[in-house]
């Protein structure tokens, strides 16, 4: 599994290697903010959430904050501790997720409602949200703190909406599409808004940042979905066909029930499955089937057409050269491999 900064400049290898670099700088400073949050208070919910927020992670949402940041102008290292609010409701959220969805491993670790139990990683994905908030009443603008407080609502309502339509093979794209913007854009639209606001940038440019953050959001998520089938799992760190496997519908599942309902019965047949041997070769016939009708590829074409929307709306943003590795960072989403 690669993980840490290597991990993150290889899903960001369209990027110049300068950026990259000044990346980097970033995310060191984000990782030292992370733990000097968590203190060294030893309660059994702290080593809960420690294993939540510091176990590896991308860093790609307080990341983006950073860009957009530098596309202002500001150095990001001066706002690091507001910066950071947004990795713990993203980690929280995940601790949650994981509950959810009986998730046994993130990351190429033990989740932590294995490594624990289950009330101790609710409660800490509740106190790593909270922390994020406490960050942000202490020393940030308050709109921060009410988009901060809009996103991690719809990040529930999203989470919600999924949980009700698992196991449903009617569930379609459209459906999909709005659990993927809340669950998951809405963080990044927050995250890219959040860097707007810290360089203090007028309405119009606020709203810009934002439908930017929502559009790569919504691109990182499809690009997810694709790679739930088409992934490398020690890379991801996760079992190909996870989501599946939870009842979870995902963009390529839509698309490809859609363009042939009889792939419905393939899914429904994987749903019933008991047996991993069974399990791995239901799964093999399904993917086979999503790539006859073209479901896999349709799905990289609606994440190129997401990023696509994405570099349409960071044009808005003042000319910089941060401006346009924005843009390269929206692409970049697409073309990751884990």
């Known amino acids: 599994m690669i993980t840490g900064a290597a ?25 030292k903010a992370l733990a000097a949050a968590m203190g060294s208070n030893g309660t059994r919910i702290d080593s809960a959430a420690r294993h939540g927020l510091l176990d590896g992670g991308k860093r790609v949402r307080p990341l983006l904050t950073c860009a957009v940041l ?47 139990d289950v009330p101790t990683a609710v409660l800490a994905g509740d106190r790593l949200v909270m922390l994020g908030v406490e960050h942000l009443a202490r020393g940030g603008p308050s709109e921060m703190l009410v988009r901060f407080c809009a996103a991690v609502k ?12 698992r196991f449903d093979s009617t569930v379609d794209l459209e459906q999909v599409r709005e659990v993927n913007r809340l669950k998951t854009a809405a963080l990044f639209g ?11 940038a007028p ?21 997810d979905d694709h790679l739930d089938f088409c992934g ?9 066909g996870q ?14 029930m859609e363009r042939s309902p009889d792939l419905r019965d393939d ?57 346009n590795r924005l843009a390269d960072l929206a692409r970049s989403v697409v073309e990751r491999e884990h």
Not at 205 to 223: H, I, K, N, W
Not at 271 to 285: F, G, H, P, Q
Not at 288 to 312: C, K, P, Y
Request: aromatic share 4%.
């Open 7 to 31: 991990s993150t400049a290889a899903s960001l290898k369209a990027l110049p290697s300068r950026a990259i670099n000044e990346l980097r700088r970033d995310r060191r400073a984000i990782e």
């Open 70 to 116: 530098r596309a202002f102008g500001k150095n990001p290292r001066e706002y690091v501790d507001l910066v950071v609010a947004v990795e713990m409701a993203h980690a929280g959220s995940l601790l949650h997720d994981d509950v959810i969805d009986e998730s046994k491993t993130r990351r190429g670790h033990v989740t932590a409602h294995v490594e624990f």
């Open 154 to 165: 719809d990040l529930c309502i999203g989470e919600s909406l999924e949980r009700e339509r």
């Open 190 to 200: 927050y995250a890219a808004e959040a860097g707007a606001i810290l360089a203090d």
């Open 203 to 223: 309405p119009r440019l606020r709203r810009a940042a934002r439908d930017y953050g929502l559009a790569v959001g919504e691109a990182f998520q499809t690009t």
């Open 232 to 240: 490398d799992p020690g890379a991801m760190g996760k079992s190909i």
């Open 243 to 256: 989501d599946l496997v939870a009842g979870v519908v995902t963009v390529p599942l839509a698309i490809a």
């Open 267 to 323: 899914v429904l047949r994987v749903w019933s499955t008991e047996r991993d041997d069974d399990l791995s070769a239901r799964l093999a016939k399904l993917r086979e089937g999503m790539t006859q009708v073209g479901a896999l590829s349709a799905t990289l074409r609606l994440a190129a057409e997401d990023a696509a929307r994405a570099e349409g709306a960071v044009r808005k943003l003042p000319t910089s050269p941060w401006r």
